[in-house]
């Protein structure tokens, strides 16, 4: 039984992990892979927190319509996120601006934070992967 | 990729016996695929099936073992959304073989 106890205590870590989204959603497959990803890490319990800015914040956007390019739209999925417990979805203000985009846009409830909030957030975590 | 006649129609399988075109899926493949996986087809795995593909249209996604369970006990009473239940109706992985027979690619994670 010991051992079983010492592995319990191994698989109990939990890190910040953030995943950065820097991509519009189309044109290359970072967004995609990322969002896969994401949905791959929920199995392993950690403390995922997802961050949309610079062209990154046109994967969330309301009303995409793929079918000229003949891709999927996986902009809906963002939406089975919160199905998988992962709940913390920040945006850039400053990206959201340049853009012309507010949270009513996004098909998503996110969190904007500013440049200073969004630094703290990032200094705050383990792990950050860029997409 | 392979091709297979499913009641005189040609649609085209993955490796793993995949359909590879979501929208070709009707009640003909449901019942070949629950064949391949010797699965005999019930109204409580039709239950599955059916909300696996109301899941899909959704989300565009076939949803971890996990988080389907999670959902269908919301959706269907607790009674329905544990692992027991859906194990039973889908010995060998509810979202792997439930997945197969509603026309859905393997889900995101699954091995």
Not at chain 1, 11 to 20: A, Q
Not at chain 2, 22 to 34: F, H, R, V
Not at chain 2, 73 to 78: E, F, R
Request: charged share 30%.
């Amino acid at each position: 039984m010991s051992d079983m106890d010492e592995m319990d205590d191994g698989s109990g870590i939990v890190k910040k992990f953030m995943f950065l989204n820097r991509k519009a959603p189309h044109g290359t497959v970072y967004a995609l892979e990322g969002l896969e990803v994401v949905l791959i890490t929920a199995a392993f319990d950690q403390d995922v927190s997802m961050v949309f800015t610079d062209d990154g914040v046109f994967q969330l956007m309301k009303g995409i319509d793929s079918k000229g390019i003949e891709v999927k739209d996986f902009s809906k999925t963002y939406r089975a996120l919160e199905g998988y417990d992962i709940e913390k979805l920040y945006v850039d203000q400053a990206s959201m601006d340049a853009r012309g985009l507010t949270e009513d846009d996004l098909i998503v409830d996110v969190t904007v934070l500013s440049v200073d909030e969004m630094a703290n957030l990032m200094a705050e975590q383990d792990v950050v992967i860029s997409f | 990729m392979p091709m297979v006649n499913i009641a005189g129609k040609e649609v085209e399988v993955d490796e793993e016996g995949y359909l590879v075109d979501l929208s070709q899926w009707n009640e003909d493949i449901a019942k070949y695929m629950a064949v391949e996986e010797k699965v005999e087809l019930t109204d409580s795995h039709w239950e599955v099936v059916n909300f696996l593909r109301e899941y899909y249209a959704e989300y565009q996604i076939a949803p971890a073992v996990r988080v389907l369970t999670k959902a269908i006990g919301k959706k269907l009473g607790p009674e329905k959304g544990n692992n027991k239940y859906l194990y039973e109706l889908f010995p060998y992985g509810p979202a792997k073989q439930a997945c197969k027979i509603a026309g859905l690619p393997k889900p995101t994670g699954c091995i």
